[in-house]
Antibody, heavy 119, light 110 residues
Framework: QVQLQESGPGLVKPSETLSLTCTVSSYSISSGYYWSWIRQPPGKGLEWIGN???????YNNPSLKSRVTMSVDTSKNQFSLKLRSMTAADTAVYYC????????????WGQGTLVTVSS | QSVLTQPPSVSAAPGQKVTISCSGS????????VSWYQQLPGTAPKLLIFENHKRPSGIPDRFSGSKSGTSGTLGITGLQTGDEADYYCATWDSSLTAMVFGGGTKLTVL
């Protein structure tokens, strides 16, 4: 059973950079698929942030592209997200997931981590 | 404003059937696969349907998906109270080169 686990700070100050890592278990990132980040503001819908594959190819949501950096570390079986210039509007539950690309099918998800932007 | 349009809510009685629509355009649904997700309160979304109509292992055949033109449809038969959840459609948008979600539909089983 593939498992994903997000890790990172639960609280970020405005204008700072959010750094999140997703650790994948029971499946090697190098074996294929894309690896994605999705977020959900409290009480709102899902928003796809972007994805990355084992070779570092990325696709990003145009609305966030200028603030997003994604990376992958196959030796640790992890992938990461950095989101710059955080504001209150970025407060959300952030999920990592495995994605069948470009079928837009996220078949395994992490439990999600709530990130609050506040001073 | 979501790229994909879903009804905000649908409802039906236990045992009945419900359908949820997802409307897009030629740059997304019209030329790409549709997937559907179920999100129970306080939990991560779960993949119900991928590649328009396929079900992942473990998803009961009460859940079905179809696509026609620029619209996708999720069908749920034999409704149970445990099906009360938010449902999201998603697809790839070739113009945006990004995955897009619908705004979500809240299912109430009366």
């Amino acid at each position: 059973q593939v498992q994903l686990q997000e890790s990172g700070p639960g609280l970020v100050k405005p204008s700072e950079t959010l750094s999140l890592t997703c650790t994948v278990s029971s499946y090697s990132i190098s074996s294929g698929y894309y690896w994605s980040w999705i977020r959900q503001p409290p009480g709102k819908g899902l928003e796809w942030i972007g994805n990355i594959n084992h070779s570092g190819t990325t696709y990003n949501n145009p609305s966030l592209k200028s603030r997003v950096t994604m990376s992958v570390d196959t030796s640790k079986n992890q992938f990461s997200l950095k989101l710059r210039s955080m504001t209150a509007a970025d407060t959300a539950v952030y999920y990592c997931a495995r994605e069948l690309h470009p079928a837009a099918a996220e078949d395994y998800w992490g439990q999600g981590t709530l990130v609050t932007v506040s001073s | 404003q979501s790229v994909l349009t879903q009804p905000p809510s649908v409802s039906a009685a236990p045992g009945q059937k419900v359908t949820i629509s997802c409307s897009g355009s030629s740059s997304n649904i019209g030329n790409n696969y549709v997937s559907w997700y179920q999100q129970l309160p306080g939990t991560a979304p779960k993949l119900l349907i991928f590649e328009n109509h396929k079900r992942p292992s473990g998803i009961p055949d009460r859940f079905s998906g179809s696509k026609s033109g620029t619209s996708g449809t999720l069908g749920i038969t034999g409704l149970q109270t445990g099906d009360e959840a938010d449902y999201y459609c998603a697809t790839w948008d070739s113009s945006l080169t990004a995955m897009v979600f619908g705004g979500g539909t809240k299912l109430t089983v009366l």
